[in-house]
C-alpha cells in the first residue's frame, strides 16, 4: 500500500489560490483514474480535477468555500501500487478549464429516477445550484446527459411534471423556517467584487433617454435582410459599436485605475464586458478587440460568450481582461438603474428597456420608442462635464445610426 497525493495544480496564470466549490467524493470512497473529485474555482471559471490513480481517498484538504493555496496538498489516496506522490505539474493538463459537458466518463448507472443513487449524482455546479434552489434532491432526478450527468432540464422536467405542493385545508399558515446558507463560488466571488466597488470607487451615474425608433427600423430590415450564417441583431451589437465611436473621442473611459499604485491605464483596444446573467449568477464574457469588428462579427461573438457563460463552459481568458462593461437587463430593464462600475474599469454602460412614450416634435405628440441609458463612471477619475459628453455622443450615435457605420 502507498499513498499518492494530489496537490492543488497552478490553474492560472498569477493565481496564488483556489476556492473548493464542491467534493465529488469523501473520505472512504473509491476512486478511479479520471474520475472527477473536486471542482475548484478561480476568477469565475470552475476547474474540474479528476484522479490520476485508483485507489481509497484517505483525506480531503478542507470544506467547501475554503480556499487552498497552490501546490498544497489537496487529496490523499490509498493505492495499492507504488504511487507515490502527484505533483501539480503532472496533472495540470488534465485540470484545464473544461466544459460541463466533460465529465468522467465513469458514472453512476441510473435505472430508477425515484432510487437514491449509491454514488453522488453527476451534475456541474451551475445545475446542483439550481437543483438547491429549487429544493430537488439530485438523487431523485434521472439524467439525460453523457454518462448519466443530470442537465438542468432533467430538473425542469421534474419541476414541472412532479408532485405539486400542498396546502393547509384550514387556509393560511405561518412560516417559522429560516435557512442559513453560506456563500461560496462565484456567488461569494459576486459579493467581494460588488463590494469591493463600493467601497473604493466614489461613482457618479448620469442618466439620459435615447430616442430609439430609427435604430429600431434599421436592426429589423438588417435582421430581414441577413444571410442564412448571420445570428439576429439585438440592440447590444449597435450600443457596443456606438460606444467603440464614442471612445476614440474620449479615451479616458477606456481604463482601468490602480488606486493603490495611483496610475490610470488607458487602452487602446476595447475589450467590452458584457454583462450576462447565469443559472449561478452574475458573469462577464469578455469581447475583445470590439474595435475592430463589424456588426455582425459583433453579434455572433457576443452570442458564443453568452452560450458559453451560461452553459459553465467559459474559460478564464473569456471571462477576464475587460477595458469597459456594458450592463443590460433586457426586458426587465425598468426606468433607470445605478450600475455598479465592474473593477478596477472606471466606467460601465447600464442598459434600460424600450419603451414607446409620446415625445413632443415641436407641434404635436408622436409615439417614439425610447430607452434611457443609465451609466456610472468613476469620479475620481472621469469629471461629470467628460460623462456627459461621452454619454451624449453615445446617444447621437444610436439615434442616428447611419453613423455607425461611417468611418472616421
Same mark, same amino acid.
Given at each position: 500500500m502507498s499513498e499518492f497525493v494530489i496537490e492543488m495544480p497552478d490553474v492560472g496564470e498569477g493565481v496564488a489560490e483556489a476556492e473548493l466549490v464542491e467534493w465529488f467524493v469523501k473520505p472512504g470512497d473509491p476512486v478511479r483514474e479520471d474520475m472527477v473529485i473536486v471542482a475548484v474555482m478561480t476568477d469565475k471559471a470552475t476547474v474540474e480535477i479528476p484522479s490520476p490513480v485508483n485507489g481509497?481517498?484517505?483525506?480531503?484538504a478542507g470544506e467547501v468555500g475554503e480556499r487552498i493555496a497552490v501546490r498544497a496538498p489537496l487529496v490523499r489516496i490509498e493505492t495499492t501500487g507504488d504511487a507515490g506522490g502527484a505533483r501539480s505539474e503532472e496533472i495540470a493538463e488534465t485540470t484545464a478549464e473544461v466544459s460541463t459537458a466533460e465529465f468522467p466518463k465513469l458514472a453512476p448507472t441510473v435505472s430508477d429516477p425515484v432510487t437514491p443513487r449509491t454514488e453522488k449524482p453527476l451534475a456541474a455546479p451551475p445545475v446542483r445550484l439550481f437543483a438547491k434552489e429549487s429544493g430537488?434532491?439530485? *438523487?431523485?432526478?434521472?439524467?439525460?446527459?453523457? *454518462?448519466?450527468?443530470?442537465?438542468?432540464e432533467d430538473i425542469e422536467q421534474l419541476l414541472n411534471h412532479g408532485a405539486a405542493p400542498t396546502m393547509s385545508m384550514g387556509g393560511l399558515t405561518q412560516k417559522t423556517a429560516t435557512e442559513e446558507i453560506k456563500l461560496t463560488g462565484l456567488r461569494r466571488r459576486i459579493a467581494e467584487k460588488m463590494a469591493l466597488s463600493a467601497s473604493r470607487i466614489p461613482h457618479i451615474t448620469y442618466v439620459e433617454e435615447v430616442d430609439m425608433t430609427s435604430l429600431e427600423e434599421l436592426r429589423a430590415i438588417m435582421n430581414a435582410d441577413r444571410k442564412a450564417d448571420h445570428p439576429k441583431l439585438t440592440v447590444l451589437p449597435f450600443l457596443v459599436q456606438a460606444v467603440v465611436k464614442a471612445i476614440s473621442e474620449q479615451p479616458n473611459v477606456n481604463a482601468t485605475f490602480d488606486d493603490e499604485a495611483g496610475i490610470v491605464t488607458r487602452y487602446g483596444a476595447v475589450h467590452m464586458g458584457?454583462?450576462?446573467?447565469?443559472?449561478?449568477?452574475?458573469? %462577464?464574457p469578455v469581447v475583445r478587440h470590439a474595435e475592430a469588428r463589424g456588426i455582425w462579427d459583433c453579434a455572433a461573438e457576443m452570442n458564443r460568450l453568452a452560450e458559453?457563460?451560461?452553459?459553465?463552459t467559459a474559460t478564464r481568458e473569456e471571462l477576464s481582461g475587460s477595458t469597459i462593461t456594458i450592463s443590460?437587463?433586457?426586458a426587465l430593464g425598468g426606468i433607470v438603474s445605478t450600475p455598479i462600475i465592474n473593477h478596477p474599469e472606471v466606467a460601465i454602460i447600464g442598459v434600460n428597456k424600450i419603451a414607446t412614450r409620446p415625445v413632443w416634435d415641436g407641434t404635436q405628440f408622436v409615439p417614439c420608442k425610447m430607452m434611457n441609458l443609465s451609466s456610472s463612471f468613476d469620479h475620481r477619475i472621469i469629471d461629470g462635464w467628460d460623462a456627459a459628453t461621452f454619454v451624449?455622443? %453615445?446617444?447621437?450615435?444610436?439615434?442616428?445610426? *447611419?453613423?455607425i457605420f461611417i468611418e472616421g
Open positions: 481509497i481517498v484517505t483525506w480531503l430537488i434532491d439530485l *438523487a431523485q432526478v434521472q439524467g439525460t446527459g453523457p *454518462a448519466g450527468r443530470i442537465l438542468r458584457i454583462a450576462t446573467q447565469t443559472p449561478a449568477g452574475l458573469t %462577464v458559453a457563460a451560461r452553459s459553465g443590460s437587463l433586457g451624449q455622443r %453615445v446617444r447621437t450615435l444610436l439615434e442616428t445610426p *447611419a453613423l
